[in-house]
């Protein structure tokens, strides 16, 4: 099949999505398909055989941490060129609504798919939660017409159902269980993340610093636990008022961290720590459990569906310090962390990227029968 991805984000970026598209190119690749990535131009121009090219990006003034990319006449003209067998919009919102216009103007299968929970960050946002219903309606339009709309967890199709959203199907999670491994466990990784304090319980936030992920609801855990230190991996438009936030308590910000020093500070860590309500997903949560760690995570729908409470991890309501004191517990209590550790291990043994990206790939051909149906 000839693929093409229309993504609004995309290497050099690190986040959820860009990890799930990377790993499916190299599948389809593998498996000798040809894929064109469209995304915004951050200087890459290919990724394992893969063309890649960009459109011009902006930067927002109140969002300085990334660029987005617009939408495009380039991606109608690129995608007639490349003549593709299926259309992946991923994510739609800017740049990647040209996808959905083009595929519609090219009669080519359209697969769009849903990875942020942007009504939901609007609770976040007070000044904007008036524009949700004007929001739902712009994600409506933008999925209409798509053979197959993909999300991420059955919690998240369940909501798009109820918004007049169809043809909804679940995209498998994965993760790299060789990369996310308790053998990298590493006493001078632990010696930076405690800040020169290893012999503290050390719990680790990894992902994009932004105030729906709420980790400033963390601070009230540290101060009642005076022997637990807290590692934030990552960065944002958040990082400085996080900085602020935390200031004076046994706290670590690293920026982003990549590769084998990544995988250290996953496994060089004693739980993996989620506090956001407001994910679609969370693949950083299966990375934990790769990595050997109990999760410790706020309830969602979501993370109800990778978490058992007191199996791989421990569940605690959001917004209520005791329900977390509880839950950040186990990490005192040894024969039963070290059971969560072993089951964590083994349910990510469970999800194999080469999985998640042949079932992604049956979906594109799910769409282009649907669409040839459609026509004839």
């Given at each position: 099949?000839?693929?093409?991805?229309?993504?609004?984000?995309?290497?050099?970026?690190?986040?959820?999505?860009?990890?799930?598209?990377k790993k499916a190119i190299e599948y389809f690749?593998?498996?000798?398909?040809?894929?064109?990535?469209?995304?915004?131009?951050?200087?890459?121009?290919e990724y394992k055989g893969a063309k890649v090219?960009?459109?011009?990006?902006?930067?927002?003034?109140?969002?300085?941490?990334?660029?987005?990319?617009?939408?495009?006449?380039?991606?109608?003209?690129?995608?007639?060129?490349?003549?593709?067998?299926?259309?992946?919009?991923?994510?739609?919102?800017?740049?990647?609504?040209?996808?959905?216009?083009?595929?519609?103007?090219?009669?080519?299968?359209?697969?769009?798919?849903?990875?942020?929970?942007?009504?939901?960050?609007?609770?976040?946002?007070?000044?904007?939660?008036?524009?949700?219903?004007?929001?739902?309606?712009?994600?409506?339009?933008?999925?209409?017409?798509?053979?197959?709309?993909?999300?991420?967890?059955?919690?998240?199709?369940?909501?798009?159902?109820v918004e007049g959203i169809e043809r909804l199907?679940?995209?498998?999670?994965?993760?790299?269980?060789?990369?996310?491994?308790?053998?990298?466990?590493?006493?001078?990784?632990?010696?930076?993340?405690?800040?020169?304090?290893?012999?503290?319980?050390?719990?680790?936030?990894?992902?994009?610093?932004?105030?729906?992920?709420?980790?400033?609801?963390?601070?009230?855990?540290?101060?009642?636990?005076?022997?637990?230190?807290?590692?934030?991996?990552?960065?944002?438009?958040?990082?400085?008022?996080?900085?602020?936030?935390?200031?004076?308590?046994?706290?670590?910000?690293?920026?982003?961290?990549?590769?084998?020093?990544?995988?250290?500070?996953?496994?060089?860590?004693?739980?993996?720590?989620?506090?956001?309500?407001?994910?679609?997903?969370?693949?950083?949560?299966?990375?934990?459990?790769?990595?050997?760690?109990?999760?410790?995570?706020?309830?969602?729908?979501?993370?109800?569906?990778?978490?058992?409470?007191?199996?791989?991890?421990?569940?605690?309501?959001?917004?209520?310090?005791?329900?977390?004191?509880?839950?950040?517990?186990?990490?005192?209590?040894?024969?039963?962390?070290?059971?969560?550790?072993?089951?964590?291990?083994?349910?990510?043994?469970?999800?194999?990227?080469?999985?998640?990206?042949?079932?992604?790939?049956?979906?594109?051909?799910?769409?282009?029968?649907?669409?040839?149906?459609?026509?004839?």
């Amino acid at each position: 099949m000839k693929i093409a991805i229309v993504t609004e984000t995309f290497l050099p970026s690190t986040d959820g999505i860009v990890t799930r598209l990377k790993k499916a190119i190299e599948y389809f690749l593998r498996e000798g398909h040809e894929v064109l990535v469209i995304a915004p131009d951050l200087g890459v121009t290919e990724y394992k055989g893969a063309k890649v090219i960009g459109v011009k990006p902006i930067t927002f003034p109140f969002y300085r941490y990334r660029k987005w990319g617009f939408p495009s006449r380039k991606v109608y003209h690129e995608l007639k060129k490349f003549e593709p067998d299926v259309v992946h919009a991923v994510n739609p919102v800017l740049l990647a609504t040209s996808a959905v216009t083009a595929a519609q103007k090219l009669d080519v299968p359209l697969v769009s798919s849903y990875h942020t929970h942007l009504p939901k960050y609007l609770d976040f946002y007070k000044i904007y939660k008036p524009a949700k219903p004007l929001l739902w309606w712009y994600i409506r339009k933008q999925h209409k017409n798509a053979d197959i709309n993909l999300v991420t967890s059955e919690t998240i199709k369940e909501e798009l159902n109820v918004e007049g959203i169809e043809r909804l199907s679940v995209i498998p999670r994965g993760v790299d269980v060789e990369n996310r491994h308790p053998k990298f466990k590493d006493a001078a990784m632990r010696e930076r993340l405690t800040n020169g304090e290893p012999g503290n319980k050390l719990l680790v936030f990894i992902g994009r610093l932004a105030v729906e992920k709420e980790i400033h609801k963390l601070l009230p855990m540290l101060e009642k636990r005076s022997d637990i230190s807290l590692a934030i991996i990552g960065d944002g438009p958040a990082r400085n008022d996080l900085e602020k936030v935390f200031e004076g308590t046994r706290t670590v910000f690293t920026g982003f961290l990549h590769g084998e020093e990544l995988s250290k500070a996953y496994a060089s860590s004693d739980a993996f720590i989620f506090p956001s309500i407001s994910e679609t997903l969370g693949l950083v949560i299966l990375e934990g459990m790769a990595s050997g760690l109990p999760i410790i995570a706020a309830k969602s729908g979501p993370t109800m569906e990778q978490v058992s409470h007191e199996v791989n991890g421990m569940l605690y309501e959001n917004e209520d310090l005791d329900s977390l004191l509880n839950a950040v517990e186990v990490i005192d209590e040894k024969d039963k962390f070290n059971n969560i550790k072993e089951e964590a291990r083994k349910e990510a043994l469970k999800f194999s990227w080469d999985n998640a990206s042949k079932r992604l790939l049956d979906y594109y051909k799910d769409a282009r029968d649907h669409h040839s149906v459609g026509r004839s």
